[in-house]
């Protein structure tokens, strides 16, 4: 499964009012193309904040608030990983879209092969975590995640090429923090 | 420990999100976090994901505030600069103020120039004083959220209030 299918398809998952924060790098990119949509999120740098920022929006909705992040963007931030597992926010749902490489800097290997994330999320505390490397069952494993109770993290294994990269998203940074901020206001 | 005046006045100023990581300076200040509400306050395991997790709470429409040592400054600034302050996310910070002489060795090098740090990212900064904390409040708050950016106020020891 590539990147730009699995945000696909998660994407296809999703209800209306969900949140979701996506990853700076090749996710954001790729979510942006793949279904731009008012509540997401799109970071462009502070590699590592995925689960933060995400748990700061779940302490403050009600919607369900998805995660969308990278294996060595996790990594570099297991510390927010933490405060989710600790404080168990039951509307947070955390995807971990692992290629085992930090594929937007050239691909070079990520410790993600050796660190089992979904057993790293169950022992910080998260409710449900589990761990999908069979492209074939991808599908019903996003939907067992989203049927779940939060926080949960679904570790979903992805190919590491990229052979269409999607572009940057063409939004200014303060209109990307305007319309979710617009967005949760009129609610 | 009696009620944090501090923490009080920035709340009458709209503050309604806190995450931070304690000092030893901010003791009465953090004392009254832990009576905020549980989705009100985040006990962070780190500066960088308090501020971020602050951009969380703004996102969804909650006037946020971080508190930290002033160590913990060197940990958000990849954060402050790749985030708050290219998207224009406001962000009052409460910053105690270590390293004056006398103070441990571990708290000089960054202690020492923590203000040229803050205005080296253009990062508005306030001395706080004990018996000023609802000017203080007024000022972070509207500092950070008229310029749309961090802004700081410094917590020396005696003005942890």
Request: glycine share 10%.
């Amino acid at each position: 499964m590539t990147r730009a299918e699995a945000v696909a398809l998660v994407l296809s998952l999703l209800a209306d009012e969900d949140i979701v924060v996506a990853a700076d790098g090749a996710i954001t990119r790729e979510a942006f193309r793949a279904h731009d949509r008012q509540r997401t999120f799109y970071m462009l740098g502070s590699m590592g904040q995925v689960a933060s920022i995400a748990l700061g929006l779940a302490m403050t909705r009600l919607e369900r608030v998805v995660a969308l992040d990278g294996d060595g963007n996790l990594l570099m931030g297991l510390g927010g990983l933490a405060m989710v597992g600790g404080l168990k926010p039951p509307n947070l749902y955390h995807l971990v879209l692992d290629n085992g490489c930090y594929a937007t800097t050239g691909g070079q290997p990520a410790l993600s092969r050796q660190v089992d994330l979904a057993d790293v999320a169950a022992g910080a505390g998260y409710r449900w975590a589990r761990r999908c490397f069979d492209a074939q069952h991808v599908r019903e494993a996003m939907e067992a995640w989203l049927g779940a109770g939060g926080p949960a993290l679904l570790d979903v294994a992805i190919g590491a090429g990229d052979p269409d990269p999607a572009p940057r998203v063409p939004l200014t940074p303060e209109r990307m923090a305007e319309r979710v901020r617009a967005a949760l206001a009129s609610d | 420990m009696s009620p944090s005046r501090r923490l009080d006045a920035l709340r009458a100023c709209g503050i309604e999100f806190v995450a931070g990581v304690p000092c030893s300076y901010l003791k009465r200040f953090f004392a009254g976090c832990l009576e905020m509400p549980p989705t009100a306050f985040l006990p962070a395991v780190r500066e960088d994901h308090a501020v971020a997790a602050c951009v969380g709470a703004w996102l969804g429409g909650r006037r946020a505030l971080a508190a930290m040592q002033n160590s913990g400054l060197g940990y958000c600034l990849e954060v402050l600069t790749s985030l708050h302050l290219i998207y224009g996310v406001p962000l009052p910070l409460v910053v105690s103020d270590r390293g004056a002489p006398g103070d441990y060795e571990e708290h000089l090098v960054l202690g020492q120039r923590t203000r040229g740090l803050l205005e080296l990212f253009g990062i508005p900064w306030r001395e706080a004083r004990h018996g000023d904390e609802e000017a203080d409040a007024a000022w972070v708050v509207s500092t950070a959220e008229e310029q749309r950016r961090p802004a700081a106020l410094l917590v020396g020891k005696e003005a942890d209030s």
